[in-house]
């Protein structure tokens, strides 16, 4: 496992050893020196790292530094200046952002987006592709849905569009799931469950998450991997283990001391 942390004009750390494993495995996604935004204006600084295929990611930093720039960016909602990003080999430079989607990118925005006019059961329908995420089983991953598949976007809790807003992402089939703060802005016994629930997802063997979430540490207990940006530029890219254990480390790039 690769640990790196990048400071303003340091070098960079490796404090991990590197696999052992003689075949690397090809990352489901890939940075190469990224830079990106909003028009003309740069969000994203050269950032570079790959996340494996059934693997997951958390990614931190403190607020407005460029964590949901950078999912956005995948999804193609940002401006790419320059770098590449590639989606299992292929890259995403030319495919519309309406098109990533159904190449496997299911994306859970801040702001949920799901559809107030629809009932829960249509939300879903409406998103649903072949694969063995189906309405059944996001039933059975999320029960209060099923009880609750006649009612219409406004008519749901704050935890229950959330839930409806993962769930949906789901029936997309998607191989990688990019989850902005699922746990913002709900009731302590919500978020409880429904990390317990985002914690399954990540030990998925068919599916990879990207889980930003201002709570670092309960990220980092469920995820494999760290990325840690400042500034927009990557300052910690390793092990969420690593990260966890380190207290002073974790500090010093998120602002989390001891019981945070």
Avoid at 59 to 70: A, D, F, I, Q, Y
Avoid at 118 to 131: D, F, I, Q, Y
């Amino acid at each position: 496992m690769r640990c790196q942390m990048l400071g303003a004009g340091a070098d960079s750390h490796e404090g991990h050893a590197k696999s052992t494993s003689p075949k690397a495995i090809a990352p489901l996604l890939s940075f190469s020196r990224v830079c990106a935004g909003y028009g003309a204006t740069t969000v994203l600084e050269n950032v570079s790292f790959a996340l494996e295929p059934a693997s997951s990611l958390a990614l931190l930093g403190r607020n407005g530094m460029g964590k949901s720039t950078l999912l956005a960016t995948i999804m193609g909602a940002t401006q790419l200046h320059r770098g590449v990003i590639e989606l299992d080999g292929t890259s995403l430079a030319r495919v519309a952002a309406h098109r990533r989607p159904a190449m496997g990118l299911g994306w859970v925005p801040q702001d949920r987006g799901i559809f107030r006019s629809l009932s829960v059961k249509e939300n879903l329908e409406v998103a649903a592709r072949p694969g063995k995420w189906t309405l059944q089983r996001v039933y059975e991953l999320f029960p209060r849905l099923a009880e609750r598949e006649g009612h219409m976007g406004t008519q749901l809790s704050g935890g229950e569009q959330q839930m409806l807003a993962i769930a949906r992402a789901l029936m997309l089939n998607s191989r990688l799931l990019l989850l902005d703060e699922p746990l913002e802005g709900l009731a302590p016994a919500v978020a409880e469950q429904l990390l317990a629930t985002i914690k399954a997802l990540c030990a998925d063997d068919g599916l990879s998450v990207i889980l930003v979430e201002q709570h670092a540490r309960q990220a980092l207990q469920i995820t494999r991997q760290a990325l840690v940006l400042n500034r927009g530029q990557v300052v910690y890219d390793g092990a969420s283990s690593f990260l966890l254990g380190n207290e002073s480390l974790l500090y010093s790039l998120v602002g989390v001391g001891p019981g945070n």
